[in-house]
T-cell receptor, first 112, second 113 residues
Framework: GAGVSQSPSNKVTEKGKDVELRCDPI?????LYWYRQSLGQGLEFLIY????????KSGLPSDRFSAERTGGSVSTLTIQRTQQEDSAVYLC??????????FGPGTRLTVL | KNQVEQSPQSLIILEGKNCTLQ??????????LRWYKQDTGRGPVSLTI?????NTKSNGRYTATLDADTKQSSLHITASQLSDSASYIC????????????FGKGTRLSVIA
């Protein structure tokens, strides 16, 4: 497809479990962003990848959160030992350098 | 502090009516401002982008305004349709920094018949 895709679309997990969320950016987009959107809140920046540069992790809320981007394309956001407050929609976006960000449909994470 | 404030938080209007959503920002240095539409269960989609020198920009029934002096923007929706029901998010881009986007919390618009 031509757009950003994310999987799974929905994830329900138990408190304390680890989860992995996947993002496939638009082909050719060197920049990739992860955001979190909690109910009634705005988008919260988590992490930013640009080409081969070291990622900007300044938005990660705790050391339970980590992300990788393999081969400059697909990215995985991992949340370890999930907590109920991690429940949110996790959005991925990609762009060319300095260009408009195109968002994926998001992964709705529910931690029971 | 770089902030984007949107009002109202939510809005209900009758189909066919017009409405205006507001966005005030304190982001600096300013690069551009976008309005996004986010349908339920979907990612945000850009409606308009405005740079410092632009005052008004239209996209169909959507018209955005920008006053860079007062750091205010508005999104006017004309002749609303049921499909306009969504969250509208104001996003300001900073000219510097690796994490240049500052998001508002959005206005939830419901258009009813």
């Amino acid at each position: 497809g031509a757009g950003v895709s994310q999987s799974p679309s929905n994830k329900v997990t138990e408190k304390g479990k680890d989860v992995e969320l996947r993002c496939d950016p638009i082909s050719g987009h060197t920049a990739l962003y992860w955001y979190r959107q909690s109910l009634g809140q705005g988008l919260e920046f988590l992490i930013y990848f640009q080409g081969n540069s070291a990622p900007d992790k300044s938005g990660l809320p705790s050391d339970r959160f980590s992300a990788e981007r393999t081969g400059g394309s697909v990215s995985t956001l991992t949340i370890q030992r999930t907590q109920q407050e991690d429940s949110a929609v996790y959005l991925c976006a990609s762009s060319v350098l300095g260009g408009e960000q195109f968002f994926g449909p998001g992964t709705r994470l529910t931690v029971l | 502090k770089n902030q984007v404030e949107q009002s109202p938080q939510s809005l209900i209007i009758l189909e066919g009516k017009n409405c205006t959503l507001q966005c005030n920002y304190t982001v600096s240095p300013f690069s551009n401002l976008r309005w996004y539409k986010q349908d339920t269960g979907r990612g945000p989609v850009s409606l308009t982008i405005m740079t410092f020198s632009e005052n008004t920009k239209s996209n169909g029934r959507y018209t955005a305004t920008l006053d860079a002096d007062t750091k205010q923007s508005s999104l006017h929706i004309t002749a609303s349709q049921l499909s306009d029901s969504a969250s509208y998010i104001c996003v300001v881009t900073k000219r510097t920094g690796n994490t240049p986007l500052v998001f508002g919390k959005g206005t939830r618009l419901s258009v009813i018949a």
